[in-house]
């Protein structure tokens, strides 16, 4: 099967159900080690392509603002569920592409 958006956003949509218990798990260390090495400082702005289920969004410094963009709606939505269950206000979503980014350049 050639992978394209449509059915890369499909095969992540059924996914999104168990990614956190599954490779969810091995990549969570690595994730949060590397936003510990970014030393974010108040007001800075983050970028977290492929945020996928969200599951590292707790990690990033509430004076920052984070957006998390992803291409599956299924993802997006397990990652929507845990902003509003952790009150994680300094964190938004975007669906999208990460190659066509609906950001001005900056």
């Given at each position: ?15 999104a159900k ?52 992803d291409?599956?709606a299924?993802?997006l ?5 845990k ?6 206000d ?6 999208a ?10």
């Amino acid at each position: 099967m050639q992978m394209n958006e449509s059915s890369t956003s499909r095969l992540y949509d059924l996914w999104a159900k168990f990614y956190d218990s599954s490779f969810g798990r091995l990549v969570y260390k690595h994730k949060r080690r590397a936003i510990e090495q970014l030393q974010l400082q108040a007001g800075q702005r983050v970028l977290d392509l492929g945020v996928g289920t969200g599951m590292i969004l707790a990690h990033y410094p509430a004076e920052v603002t984070a957006v998390g963009m992803d291409l599956s709606a299924g993802m997006l939505a397990k990652a929507a569920e845990k902003i509003r269950c952790l009150q994680l206000d300094h964190c938004h979503l975007v669906q999208a592409d990460a190659m066509q980014p609906p950001f001005a350049a900056g």
